[in-house]
Protein backbone atom coordinates (compact mmCIF):
# COMPACT_ATOMS: atom_id res chain seq x y z
CA UNK A 1 0.00 0.00 0.00
CA UNK A 2 1.05 3.48 -0.87
CA UNK A 3 0.77 6.41 1.22
CA UNK A 4 0.20 9.69 -0.02
CA UNK A 5 4.15 11.81 0.37
CA UNK A 6 3.78 13.85 3.08
CA UNK A 7 6.19 16.22 5.24
CA UNK A 8 6.77 13.81 7.73
CA UNK A 9 9.41 13.95 10.73
CA UNK A 10 11.04 16.93 9.46
CA UNK A 11 13.66 17.76 11.81
CA UNK A 12 14.33 14.04 12.40
CA UNK A 13 14.58 13.53 8.13
CA UNK A 14 17.84 16.71 8.37
CA UNK A 15 19.32 13.91 10.77
CA UNK A 16 18.78 11.34 8.57
CA UNK A 17 20.28 12.74 5.59
CA UNK A 18 23.26 13.36 7.49
CA UNK A 19 23.76 10.02 8.69
CA UNK A 20 23.24 8.65 5.41
CA UNK A 21 25.83 11.14 3.66
CA UNK A 22 28.53 9.61 6.09
CA UNK A 23 29.78 5.98 6.37
CA UNK A 24 28.27 4.17 9.40
CA UNK A 25 30.32 4.06 12.56
CA UNK A 26 32.06 0.58 13.70
CA UNK A 27 28.84 -0.82 16.28
CA UNK A 28 30.23 -1.37 20.12
CA UNK A 29 27.31 -2.80 22.06
CA UNK A 30 27.31 -2.17 26.12
CA UNK A 31 25.51 -4.55 28.00
CA UNK A 32 23.39 -2.29 30.36
CA UNK A 33 22.80 -2.55 33.58
CA UNK A 34 20.69 -5.65 34.23
CA UNK A 35 17.04 -5.04 35.45
CA UNK A 36 15.25 -6.74 37.81
CA UNK A 37 11.47 -5.74 37.44
CA UNK A 38 8.36 -6.27 39.59
CA UNK A 39 5.80 -9.14 38.52
CA UNK A 40 2.40 -8.64 37.99
CA UNK A 41 0.70 -5.47 37.51
CA UNK A 42 3.15 -2.36 37.87
CA UNK A 43 2.63 1.07 36.99
CA UNK A 44 4.67 2.48 34.00
CA UNK A 45 4.72 6.15 33.12
CA UNK A 46 4.62 6.67 29.68
CA UNK A 47 7.16 8.54 27.66
CA UNK A 48 7.75 10.92 25.69
CA UNK A 49 10.74 11.38 23.13
CA UNK A 50 11.53 13.43 19.91
CA UNK A 51 13.51 11.40 17.72
CA UNK A 52 12.81 7.62 17.56
CA UNK A 53 11.40 5.34 20.69
CA UNK A 54 11.28 1.69 20.22
CA UNK A 55 9.18 -0.54 22.35
CA UNK A 56 9.43 -4.29 23.61
CA UNK A 57 8.71 -6.52 26.23
CA UNK A 58 11.48 -6.67 28.19
CA UNK A 59 14.13 -4.55 28.97
CA UNK A 60 16.99 -5.98 27.76
CA UNK A 61 15.60 -5.99 24.29
CA UNK A 62 14.40 -2.47 24.45
CA UNK A 63 17.82 -1.71 24.79
CA UNK A 64 19.44 -3.27 22.08
CA UNK A 65 16.73 -1.56 19.47
CA UNK A 66 17.87 1.53 21.79
CA UNK A 67 21.22 1.02 20.83
CA UNK A 68 20.68 0.43 17.63
CA UNK A 69 18.43 3.30 16.46
CA UNK A 70 21.37 5.33 18.13
CA UNK A 71 24.09 4.07 15.98
CA UNK A 72 22.02 4.89 12.81
CA UNK A 73 20.06 1.38 12.37
CA UNK A 74 16.91 1.69 10.80
CA UNK A 75 13.70 0.32 12.48
CA UNK A 76 13.84 -2.86 11.08
CA UNK A 77 17.70 -3.38 12.01
CA UNK A 78 16.31 -2.47 15.58
CA UNK A 79 13.56 -5.18 14.79
CA UNK A 80 15.89 -7.46 14.34
CA UNK A 81 18.19 -6.78 17.20
CA UNK A 82 14.86 -6.86 19.58
CA UNK A 83 13.71 -10.26 18.56
CA UNK A 84 17.02 -11.75 19.06
CA UNK A 85 17.46 -10.49 22.41
CA UNK A 86 13.91 -11.61 23.12
CA UNK A 87 14.96 -15.41 21.94
CA UNK A 88 17.03 -15.24 25.00
CA UNK A 89 15.70 -13.23 27.80
CA UNK A 90 12.07 -14.07 27.02
CA UNK A 91 12.13 -17.50 25.29
CA UNK A 92 8.72 -18.38 26.74
CA UNK A 93 6.76 -16.11 24.35
CA UNK A 94 8.86 -15.93 20.81
CA UNK A 95 12.24 -16.61 19.38
CA UNK A 96 14.20 -17.84 16.06
CA UNK A 97 12.01 -21.14 16.64
CA UNK A 98 9.12 -19.41 15.81
CA UNK A 99 7.37 -16.89 12.98
CA UNK A 100 6.33 -13.55 13.35
CA UNK A 101 3.77 -10.94 10.98
CA UNK A 102 5.56 -7.44 10.51
CA UNK A 103 4.21 -4.39 9.45
CA UNK A 104 7.07 -1.59 8.10
CA UNK A 105 6.29 1.73 6.59
CA UNK A 106 9.18 3.15 4.66
CA UNK A 107 8.10 6.87 4.55
CA UNK A 108 5.92 6.37 1.56
CA UNK A 109 4.47 2.35 1.13
CA UNK A 110 3.35 -0.17 4.02
CA UNK A 111 4.53 -3.43 3.35
CA UNK A 112 3.62 -6.51 5.11
CA UNK A 113 6.19 -9.56 5.77
CA UNK A 114 5.10 -12.90 6.30
CA UNK A 115 6.74 -14.95 8.83
CA UNK A 116 4.10 -17.52 9.88
CA UNK A 117 5.45 -21.40 10.48
CA UNK A 118 4.23 -23.73 7.66
CA UNK A 119 2.86 -27.75 7.86
CA UNK A 120 5.27 -30.16 7.23
CA UNK A 121 5.18 -31.53 3.44
CA UNK A 122 4.00 -35.06 5.18
CA UNK A 123 0.53 -33.25 7.30
CA UNK A 124 -2.36 -34.42 6.62
CA UNK A 125 -5.68 -33.06 7.89
CA UNK A 126 -5.87 -35.69 10.39
CA UNK A 127 -2.72 -35.00 12.26
CA UNK A 128 -4.61 -34.07 15.66
CA UNK A 129 -6.78 -36.84 15.53
CA UNK A 130 -6.62 -39.47 17.60
CA UNK A 131 -7.38 -43.33 16.57
CA UNK A 132 -11.01 -42.69 17.24
CA UNK A 133 -11.24 -39.78 14.66
CA UNK A 134 -11.80 -37.59 17.52
CA UNK A 135 -9.51 -34.23 17.91
CA UNK A 136 -7.16 -34.78 20.30
CA UNK A 137 -6.84 -32.98 24.03
CA UNK A 138 -5.22 -30.08 23.24
CA UNK A 139 -2.51 -30.31 26.16
CA UNK A 140 -1.61 -34.09 24.28
CA UNK A 141 -1.35 -32.41 20.96
CA UNK A 142 1.06 -29.47 21.54
CA UNK A 143 3.64 -31.12 23.68
CA UNK A 144 6.21 -32.86 22.05
CA UNK A 145 7.21 -33.19 18.35
CA UNK A 146 3.42 -33.23 16.35
CA UNK A 147 2.95 -29.32 16.67
CA UNK A 148 5.97 -28.00 15.12
CA UNK A 149 5.88 -26.10 12.13
CA UNK A 150 8.85 -24.92 9.99
CA UNK A 151 9.87 -21.65 11.54
CA UNK A 152 9.73 -18.38 9.75
CA UNK A 153 11.25 -15.29 12.20
CA UNK A 154 14.42 -15.48 11.00
CA UNK A 155 13.60 -15.55 6.77
CA UNK A 156 11.36 -13.26 6.74
CA UNK A 157 13.73 -10.66 9.02
CA UNK A 158 16.48 -11.14 6.91
CA UNK A 159 14.15 -10.70 3.57
CA UNK A 160 12.93 -7.45 5.13
CA UNK A 161 16.51 -6.47 5.33
CA UNK A 162 17.79 -7.34 2.19
CA UNK A 163 15.07 -4.30 1.43
CA UNK A 164 15.12 -1.96 4.61
CA UNK A 165 18.02 -2.26 6.54
CA UNK A 166 21.20 -0.15 6.79
CA UNK A 167 23.59 -1.86 9.53
CA UNK A 168 25.13 -4.82 8.42
CA UNK A 169 23.47 -8.29 9.24
CA UNK A 170 25.83 -9.89 11.50
CA UNK A 171 26.11 -6.19 13.76
CA UNK A 172 22.46 -7.10 14.67
CA UNK A 173 23.04 -9.94 16.46
CA UNK A 174 25.92 -8.75 18.86
CA UNK A 175 23.59 -7.89 21.79
CA UNK A 176 22.42 -11.04 22.19
CA UNK A 177 25.46 -12.73 21.61
CA UNK A 178 26.77 -10.64 24.16
CA UNK A 179 24.35 -11.63 26.54
CA UNK A 180 23.60 -14.93 26.17
CA UNK A 181 27.44 -15.21 25.98
CA UNK A 182 28.09 -12.96 29.80
CA UNK A 183 24.42 -13.95 30.74
CA UNK A 184 21.15 -12.33 32.01
CA UNK A 185 19.22 -11.86 35.36
CA UNK A 186 15.78 -14.14 35.15
CA UNK A 187 13.11 -12.16 34.91
CA UNK A 188 10.05 -11.81 37.33
CA UNK A 189 7.98 -13.23 34.73
CA UNK A 190 10.28 -16.28 33.28
CA UNK A 191 10.52 -17.29 36.80
CA UNK A 192 6.78 -17.21 37.37
CA UNK A 193 6.24 -18.85 34.28
CA UNK A 194 8.37 -21.78 34.44
CA UNK A 195 7.19 -22.47 38.19
CA UNK A 196 3.59 -22.60 36.66
CA UNK A 197 3.76 -24.77 33.64
CA UNK A 198 3.53 -28.33 33.78
CA UNK A 199 5.82 -29.61 30.61
CA UNK A 200 8.82 -27.36 30.37
CA UNK A 201 10.58 -30.15 32.89
CA UNK A 202 9.95 -32.89 31.09
CA UNK A 203 12.06 -32.04 28.14
CA UNK A 204 16.17 -33.33 29.20
CA UNK A 205 17.57 -29.64 27.37
CA UNK A 206 14.81 -27.57 29.00
CA UNK A 207 14.77 -28.80 32.24
CA UNK A 208 19.25 -28.45 32.49
CA UNK A 209 18.68 -24.71 31.26
CA UNK A 210 15.98 -23.40 33.03
CA UNK A 211 16.28 -25.35 36.55
CA UNK A 212 18.80 -26.37 39.23
CA UNK A 213 19.66 -29.95 40.37
CA UNK A 214 16.76 -30.07 42.40
CA UNK A 215 14.33 -29.53 39.69
CA UNK A 216 13.55 -25.97 40.65
CA UNK A 217 13.38 -22.73 38.62
CA UNK A 218 16.35 -20.47 38.82
CA UNK A 219 15.02 -17.62 41.03
CA UNK A 220 14.46 -13.83 39.66
CA UNK A 221 17.79 -12.44 39.42
CA UNK A 222 19.87 -15.74 39.03
CA UNK A 223 22.58 -14.85 35.61
CA UNK A 224 21.73 -17.44 32.87
CA UNK A 225 24.22 -17.88 30.36
CA UNK A 226 23.37 -19.80 27.05
CA UNK A 227 26.18 -20.23 25.05
CA UNK A 228 24.29 -22.90 22.92
CA UNK A 229 21.91 -19.77 21.61
CA UNK A 230 25.36 -17.19 21.24
CA UNK A 231 27.05 -20.10 18.89
CA UNK A 232 23.79 -20.39 16.84
CA UNK A 233 22.87 -16.61 16.41
CA UNK A 234 26.69 -16.00 15.58
CA UNK A 235 25.88 -18.78 12.83
CA UNK A 236 22.91 -17.24 11.84
CA UNK A 237 25.22 -14.04 11.77
CA UNK A 238 27.39 -15.14 9.39
CA UNK A 239 25.23 -17.22 7.14
CA UNK A 240 21.89 -15.33 7.53
CA UNK A 241 18.44 -17.63 7.76
CA UNK A 242 20.47 -20.81 5.78
CA UNK A 243 22.47 -21.03 9.30
CA UNK A 244 18.55 -22.13 10.64
CA UNK A 245 17.40 -24.00 8.31
CA UNK A 246 20.57 -25.75 6.46
CA UNK A 247 22.97 -27.54 8.08
CA UNK A 248 23.54 -28.71 12.13
CA UNK A 249 21.16 -26.70 13.34
CA UNK A 250 18.53 -27.84 10.88
CA UNK A 251 19.10 -32.08 12.01
CA UNK A 252 18.89 -31.03 15.10
CA UNK A 253 15.53 -29.52 14.84
CA UNK A 254 14.55 -32.29 12.66
CA UNK A 255 15.66 -34.90 15.19
CA UNK A 256 14.22 -33.32 18.17
CA UNK A 257 10.88 -33.49 15.91
CA UNK A 258 10.86 -37.31 14.43
CA UNK A 259 12.20 -38.53 17.82
CA UNK A 260 9.77 -37.06 20.46
CA UNK A 261 9.43 -40.41 22.64
CA UNK A 262 5.74 -40.22 23.03
CA UNK A 263 4.64 -37.24 20.23
CA UNK A 264 6.53 -37.31 17.20
CA UNK A 265 6.22 -35.05 14.25
CA UNK A 266 6.57 -35.23 10.85
CA UNK A 267 8.62 -32.04 9.81
CA UNK A 268 11.73 -32.99 7.77
CA UNK A 269 15.04 -31.09 6.26
CA UNK A 270 13.17 -30.46 3.37
CA UNK A 271 10.85 -28.43 5.42
CA UNK A 272 13.01 -26.11 6.57
CA UNK A 273 15.10 -26.13 3.32
CA UNK A 274 12.26 -25.07 1.14
CA UNK A 275 10.61 -22.84 3.67
CA UNK A 276 9.85 -19.22 1.76
CA UNK A 277 8.79 -15.92 3.72
CA UNK A 278 6.34 -13.56 2.01
CA UNK A 279 5.72 -10.03 1.49
CA UNK A 280 1.68 -9.26 1.21
CA UNK A 281 0.08 -6.48 0.60
CA UNK A 282 -1.47 -4.78 4.13
CA UNK A 283 -5.18 -5.50 5.14
CA UNK A 284 -6.22 -1.40 5.41
CA UNK A 285 -9.40 0.07 6.02
CA UNK A 286 -10.68 3.43 7.44
CA UNK A 287 -11.87 4.48 10.48
CA UNK A 288 -13.67 7.83 11.87
CA UNK A 289 -12.88 8.87 14.57
CA UNK A 290 -13.69 12.81 16.17
CA UNK A 291 -13.64 14.28 13.22
CA UNK A 292 -10.85 12.92 11.64
CA UNK A 293 -10.65 9.93 9.26
CA UNK A 294 -7.69 7.32 10.24
CA UNK A 295 -6.45 4.47 7.55
CA UNK A 296 -5.58 1.89 10.04
CA UNK A 297 -3.20 -0.94 8.26
CA UNK A 298 -2.94 -4.48 9.81
CA UNK A 299 -1.80 -7.82 8.35
CA UNK A 300 -3.91 -9.72 5.94
CA UNK A 301 -4.54 -13.36 5.80
CA UNK A 302 -3.43 -15.88 7.16
CA UNK A 303 -4.28 -13.39 10.09
CA UNK A 304 -7.41 -12.96 10.97
CA UNK A 305 -6.08 -9.97 13.39
CA UNK A 306 -6.65 -6.77 11.28
CA UNK A 307 -9.98 -8.33 9.53
CA UNK A 308 -11.16 -8.85 13.70
CA UNK A 309 -10.16 -5.55 14.63
CA UNK A 310 -11.38 -3.33 11.87
CA UNK A 311 -14.78 -5.28 11.95
CA UNK A 312 -15.28 -4.79 15.54
CA UNK A 313 -14.25 -0.86 15.02
CA UNK A 314 -16.62 -0.91 12.08
CA UNK A 315 -19.32 -2.49 13.45
CA UNK A 316 -19.18 -0.42 16.80
CA UNK A 317 -18.98 2.45 15.02
CA UNK A 318 -22.51 2.38 13.54
CA UNK A 319 -24.23 1.65 17.47
CA UNK A 320 -22.77 4.87 18.55
CA UNK A 321 -25.01 7.54 19.05
CA UNK A 322 -25.56 9.45 16.42
CA UNK A 323 -23.71 7.23 14.16
CA UNK A 324 -25.22 6.68 10.44
CA UNK A 325 -22.15 5.47 8.48
CA UNK A 326 -18.38 4.46 9.20
CA UNK A 327 -17.32 7.54 7.17
CA UNK A 328 -19.59 9.52 9.62
CA UNK A 329 -19.12 8.16 12.84
CA UNK A 330 -19.84 10.11 16.01
CA UNK A 331 -17.77 13.16 16.76
CA UNK A 332 -17.52 12.65 20.03
CA UNK A 333 -16.54 10.80 22.49
CA UNK A 334 -18.77 7.95 23.15
CA UNK A 335 -19.65 6.53 26.71
CA UNK A 336 -17.56 5.54 29.05
CA UNK A 337 -15.71 2.20 27.80
CA UNK A 338 -16.49 0.55 31.36
CA UNK A 339 -20.15 0.95 31.27
CA UNK A 340 -22.41 -1.83 30.48
CA UNK A 341 -23.95 -0.26 27.57
CA UNK A 342 -20.79 0.24 25.62
CA UNK A 343 -19.11 -3.32 26.35
CA UNK A 344 -22.49 -4.65 25.08
CA UNK A 345 -22.49 -3.49 22.33
CA UNK A 346 -18.80 -4.22 21.70
CA UNK A 347 -19.60 -7.80 22.62
CA UNK A 348 -22.02 -8.32 20.34
CA UNK A 349 -19.75 -6.75 17.75
CA UNK A 350 -17.64 -9.01 18.78
CA UNK A 351 -19.28 -11.88 18.89
CA UNK A 352 -20.19 -11.31 14.71
CA UNK A 353 -16.71 -10.58 14.18
CA UNK A 354 -15.80 -14.17 16.05
CA UNK A 355 -18.36 -16.18 13.42
CA UNK A 356 -17.05 -14.90 10.52
CA UNK A 357 -13.68 -15.19 11.76
CA UNK A 358 -14.44 -19.13 12.31
CA UNK A 359 -16.32 -19.38 8.88
CA UNK A 360 -13.82 -17.62 6.70
CA UNK A 361 -10.43 -16.86 7.92
CA UNK A 362 -7.56 -18.92 6.74
CA UNK A 363 -4.51 -19.31 4.60
CA UNK A 364 -5.10 -16.97 1.44
CA UNK A 365 -2.60 -19.84 -0.43
CA UNK A 366 -5.39 -22.28 0.32
CA UNK A 367 -8.81 -20.75 0.60
CA UNK A 368 -10.92 -18.43 -1.65
CA UNK A 369 -11.62 -15.11 0.23
CA UNK A 370 -15.52 -14.68 0.71
CA UNK A 371 -17.03 -12.08 -1.89
CA UNK A 372 -14.03 -13.14 -4.06
CA UNK A 373 -11.40 -10.53 -1.64
CA UNK A 374 -10.96 -10.19 1.49
CA UNK A 375 -12.09 -6.55 2.24
CA UNK A 376 -15.08 -7.96 1.25
CA UNK A 377 -15.50 -8.49 5.32
CA UNK A 378 -14.95 -4.62 6.09
CA UNK A 379 -17.07 -3.42 3.24
CA UNK A 380 -19.15 -0.15 4.83
CA UNK A 381 -22.70 -1.51 4.61
CA UNK A 382 -21.90 -5.32 5.19
CA UNK A 383 -20.91 -3.96 8.61
CA UNK A 384 -23.79 -1.95 8.79
CA UNK A 385 -26.20 -4.70 8.08
CA UNK A 386 -24.18 -6.52 10.64
CA UNK A 387 -25.01 -4.09 13.06
CA UNK A 388 -28.07 -3.89 12.67
CA UNK A 389 -28.64 -7.21 14.29
CA UNK A 390 -27.47 -5.92 17.92
CA UNK A 391 -30.34 -5.59 20.18
CA UNK A 392 -30.66 -4.17 23.75
CA UNK A 393 -30.17 -7.70 24.82
CA UNK A 394 -27.57 -10.70 23.90
CA UNK A 395 -28.04 -12.39 20.76
CA UNK A 396 -28.61 -16.19 21.43
CA UNK A 397 -26.36 -16.67 18.62
CA UNK A 398 -24.05 -14.50 16.30
CA UNK A 399 -24.42 -16.11 12.89
CA UNK A 400 -21.67 -15.52 10.25
CA UNK A 401 -22.66 -13.19 7.89
CA UNK A 402 -22.51 -13.52 4.17
CA UNK A 403 -20.33 -10.67 2.25
CA UNK A 404 -20.46 -10.51 -0.93
CA UNK A 405 -22.82 -12.17 -3.74
CA UNK A 406 -20.52 -15.28 -3.47
CA UNK A 407 -21.70 -18.32 -0.82
CA UNK A 408 -18.94 -20.41 0.85
CA UNK A 409 -19.13 -24.02 1.40
CA UNK A 410 -16.53 -24.25 4.28
CA UNK A 411 -17.91 -24.68 8.15
CA UNK A 412 -17.42 -22.70 10.86
CA UNK A 413 -14.09 -23.81 12.98
CA UNK A 414 -14.85 -25.21 16.53
CA UNK A 415 -13.57 -23.25 19.45
CA UNK A 416 -10.22 -23.89 20.33
CA UNK A 417 -7.23 -22.91 22.66
CA UNK A 418 -5.13 -19.86 21.13
CA UNK A 419 -2.01 -18.64 23.29
CA UNK A 420 1.32 -16.93 23.21
CA UNK A 421 3.01 -14.14 21.48
CA UNK A 422 5.09 -11.03 22.21
CA UNK A 423 5.04 -7.22 20.15
CA UNK A 424 7.43 -5.04 18.96
CA UNK A 425 6.59 -1.35 18.31
CA UNK A 426 9.28 0.91 16.61
CA UNK A 427 9.66 4.67 15.07
CA UNK A 428 13.33 5.80 13.69
CA UNK A 429 15.10 8.64 12.98
CA UNK A 430 13.49 8.65 9.51
CA UNK A 431 9.97 8.21 10.17
CA UNK A 432 9.90 4.52 9.24
CA UNK A 433 8.09 2.49 11.15
CA UNK A 434 7.73 -1.36 12.80
CA UNK A 435 4.89 -3.18 14.14
CA UNK A 436 6.01 -6.26 14.54
CA UNK A 437 4.09 -9.29 16.52
CA UNK A 438 6.27 -12.45 17.05
CA UNK A 439 5.44 -16.07 18.60
CA UNK A 440 6.12 -19.55 19.40
CA UNK A 441 2.41 -19.71 20.35
CA UNK A 442 1.91 -21.47 23.60
CA UNK A 443 4.19 -20.44 26.57
CA UNK A 444 7.59 -22.36 26.24
CA UNK A 445 5.73 -23.53 23.05
CA UNK A 446 5.95 -27.07 22.04
CA UNK A 447 7.99 -27.71 25.12
CA UNK A 448 11.12 -28.93 23.10
CA UNK A 449 14.61 -27.08 23.24
CA UNK A 450 17.38 -27.55 20.68
CA UNK A 451 20.51 -25.49 20.75
CA UNK A 452 19.45 -23.14 23.09
CA UNK A 453 16.03 -22.51 22.26
CA UNK A 454 12.28 -23.20 21.92
CA UNK A 455 11.04 -24.64 19.37
CA UNK A 456 7.16 -23.43 18.11
CA UNK A 457 3.93 -25.69 18.62
CA UNK A 458 2.04 -23.33 15.79
CA UNK A 459 0.33 -26.17 14.40
CA UNK A 460 -2.09 -26.30 17.20
CA UNK A 461 -3.47 -22.67 15.72
CA UNK A 462 -5.15 -24.83 13.21
CA UNK A 463 -8.35 -26.38 13.80
CA UNK A 464 -7.77 -30.13 15.45
CA UNK A 465 -11.03 -30.93 13.34
CA UNK A 466 -11.02 -31.00 9.70
CA UNK A 467 -14.62 -31.10 8.89
CA UNK A 468 -17.84 -30.11 10.42
CA UNK A 469 -20.42 -33.32 11.51
CA UNK A 470 -21.95 -33.05 8.29
CA UNK A 471 -18.41 -33.64 5.99
CA UNK A 472 -17.85 -30.29 5.34
CA UNK A 473 -14.55 -28.95 5.11
CA UNK A 474 -13.40 -26.27 7.71
CA UNK A 475 -11.29 -23.37 5.84
CA UNK A 476 -8.65 -23.37 8.60
CA UNK A 477 -8.04 -27.31 9.03
CA UNK A 478 -4.27 -28.54 8.93
CA UNK A 479 -2.90 -28.89 5.13
CA UNK A 480 0.57 -29.59 3.72
CA UNK A 481 2.64 -26.51 3.43
CA UNK A 482 0.01 -24.46 4.48
CA UNK A 483 -0.08 -21.10 7.06
CA UNK A 484 -2.29 -21.61 10.37
CA UNK A 485 -4.83 -19.11 10.87
CA UNK A 486 -3.06 -16.49 13.52
CA UNK A 487 -4.96 -13.20 15.74
CA UNK A 488 -1.67 -11.43 15.57
CA UNK A 489 -2.64 -7.80 14.72
CA UNK A 490 0.72 -5.68 14.37
CA UNK A 491 -0.90 -2.36 13.33
CA UNK A 492 -0.03 0.94 11.75
CA UNK A 493 -2.15 4.12 11.76
CA UNK A 494 -1.91 6.68 9.71
CA UNK A 495 -3.78 10.23 8.85
CA UNK A 496 -6.16 9.23 5.85
CA UNK A 497 -5.99 12.75 4.59
CA UNK A 498 -2.06 13.58 4.70
CA UNK A 499 -0.35 10.47 4.74
CA UNK A 500 1.82 11.16 8.20
CA UNK A 501 2.19 7.90 10.32
CA UNK A 502 0.25 7.94 13.69
CA UNK A 503 0.42 5.16 15.42
CA UNK A 504 2.15 1.75 15.58
CA UNK A 505 0.89 -1.21 18.27
CA UNK A 506 -0.12 -4.59 19.04
CA UNK A 507 0.10 -7.05 21.69
CA UNK A 508 0.43 -10.33 22.72
CA UNK A 509 -2.49 -12.47 23.87
CA UNK A 510 -3.21 -15.52 21.28
CA UNK A 511 -7.19 -14.95 20.41
CA UNK A 512 -7.14 -12.40 22.60
CA UNK A 513 -4.93 -9.84 20.75
CA UNK A 514 -7.81 -9.02 18.65
CA UNK A 515 -9.66 -7.37 21.48
CA UNK A 516 -6.23 -6.05 23.50
CA UNK A 517 -5.47 -4.17 20.40
CA UNK A 518 -8.90 -2.73 19.21
CA UNK A 519 -9.20 -1.38 23.11
CA UNK A 520 -5.96 0.63 22.50
CA UNK A 521 -7.19 1.60 18.98
CA UNK A 522 -10.78 3.01 20.35
CA UNK A 523 -9.12 4.59 23.16
CA UNK A 524 -6.79 6.38 21.29
CA UNK A 525 -8.52 7.60 18.34
CA UNK A 526 -12.18 7.26 19.40
CA UNK A 527 -11.30 8.85 22.88
CA UNK A 528 -8.13 11.13 22.32
CA UNK A 529 -6.58 9.31 24.93
CA UNK A 530 -2.77 8.57 25.41
CA UNK A 531 -0.77 5.27 24.04
CA UNK A 532 -0.15 4.46 27.94
CA UNK A 533 -3.55 5.71 29.20
CA UNK A 534 -5.26 3.61 26.50
CA UNK A 535 -2.88 0.46 27.60
CA UNK A 536 -3.85 0.74 30.99
CA UNK A 537 -7.54 0.51 30.94
CA UNK A 538 -8.93 -2.49 31.67
CA UNK A 539 -9.61 -5.90 29.35
CA UNK A 540 -12.41 -7.16 28.34
CA UNK A 541 -12.81 -9.59 25.17
CA UNK A 542 -14.98 -11.89 23.67
CA UNK A 543 -14.67 -14.45 21.25
CA UNK A 544 -17.85 -15.54 20.10
CA UNK A 545 -19.56 -18.64 20.31
CA UNK A 546 -21.15 -20.01 23.82
CA UNK A 547 -17.78 -18.44 25.55
CA UNK A 548 -18.79 -16.10 28.27
CA UNK A 549 -17.89 -12.46 28.40
CA UNK A 550 -14.22 -12.05 29.63
CA UNK A 551 -13.32 -8.97 32.11
CA UNK A 552 -10.09 -8.37 33.72
CA UNK A 553 -10.47 -10.00 37.56
CA UNK A 554 -10.93 -6.83 39.72
CA UNK A 555 -11.03 -3.85 37.44
CA UNK A 556 -14.81 -3.58 36.51
CA UNK A 557 -17.49 -2.59 39.22
CA UNK A 558 -20.69 -4.90 40.24
CA UNK A 559 -22.69 -1.97 38.19
CA UNK A 560 -21.07 -2.87 35.05
CA UNK A 561 -21.07 -6.76 35.83
CA UNK A 562 -24.87 -7.14 36.51
CA UNK A 563 -25.62 -4.61 33.88
CA UNK A 564 -24.44 -7.12 31.25
CA UNK A 565 -25.67 -9.87 32.92
CA UNK A 566 -29.73 -8.22 33.01
CA UNK A 567 -28.47 -7.94 29.04
CA UNK A 568 -28.14 -11.63 28.83
CA UNK A 569 -24.11 -11.71 29.24
CA UNK A 570 -22.69 -14.58 31.32
CA UNK A 571 -19.63 -13.37 32.71
CA UNK A 572 -15.81 -13.93 33.46
CA UNK A 573 -13.92 -12.26 35.39
CA UNK A 574 -10.19 -13.67 34.94
CA UNK A 575 -6.47 -12.68 34.81
CA UNK A 576 -6.07 -10.72 31.24
CA UNK A 577 -2.23 -10.23 31.39
CA UNK A 578 -2.26 -8.17 27.40
CA UNK A 579 1.30 -7.22 26.37
CA UNK A 580 0.65 -4.54 24.94
CA UNK A 581 3.22 -1.42 23.06
CA UNK A 582 2.90 1.22 21.28
CA UNK A 583 3.97 4.56 19.95
CA UNK A 584 1.92 7.60 19.19
CA UNK A 585 3.30 10.15 17.08
CA UNK A 586 2.22 13.99 18.19
CA UNK A 587 2.35 17.00 15.93
CA UNK A 588 4.80 17.83 13.27
CA UNK A 589 8.53 18.96 12.52
CA UNK A 590 9.64 20.98 15.70
CA UNK A 591 7.06 20.32 17.63
CA UNK A 592 6.94 16.00 17.44
CA UNK A 593 6.65 14.02 19.92
CA UNK A 594 6.16 10.47 19.89
CA UNK A 595 4.67 8.94 23.00
CA UNK A 596 5.21 5.60 24.01
CA UNK A 597 3.11 3.15 25.95
CA UNK A 598 3.93 -0.16 27.78
CA UNK A 599 1.58 -2.36 29.19
CA UNK A 600 1.63 -2.73 33.20
CA UNK A 601 0.81 -6.02 33.16
CA UNK A 602 4.22 -7.15 31.76
CA UNK A 603 7.97 -6.12 31.84
CA UNK A 604 7.97 -3.95 28.65
CA UNK A 605 9.50 -0.71 28.43
CA UNK A 606 9.90 2.20 25.54
CA UNK A 607 13.22 4.07 24.96
CA UNK A 608 14.13 6.60 22.82
CA UNK A 609 15.34 9.93 22.30
Not at 52 to 69: C, K, R, Y
Not at 399 to 412: E, N
Request: glycine share 10%.
Amino acid sequence: MKMRSAPLFLSAIALGLLAGCASPKPFTYTVPVLPEGASGYTTKPGWTHQHFAVAAANPLATDAGFQILKAGGSAIDAAIAVQMVLALVEPQSSGIGGGAFLMYFDGKEVAAYDGRETAPAAATEALFLDKDGKPMPFDEAKVGGRSVGAPGTVAMLEMAHAKHGKLPWATLFEPAIALAEQGFKVSPRLNTMLGKDKFIAKDPAARAYFFDADGTPWPVGHVLKNPELATVLRTIAQRGATGLLDGEVARAIVSKVTSHPTNPGLLALSDLANYTPKRRDPMCHDHRARGTDYRICGFPPPSSGAIAVGQILGILGKTEPGATSLEAGAAEPPADMASADWLHRYVEASRLTFADRAQYLADPDFVAAPGGHWASLLDPAYLAARSRLIGEMAMPDAPAGTPGAMKTSYAPMPDQPEYGTSHISIIDANGQAVAMTTTIEDAFGARQMVKGFLLNNELTDFSFAPKAADGSPIANRVEPGKRPRSSMAPTLVFDKATGKLVMSGGSPGGALIIHYTAKTLYATLNRGLTPQQAIDLPNFASVGGKVPVLLEAGRFDATTVDGLKARGHQIKEMDMTSGLQAIRVQGDGSTMRLLGGADPRREGVVMGE
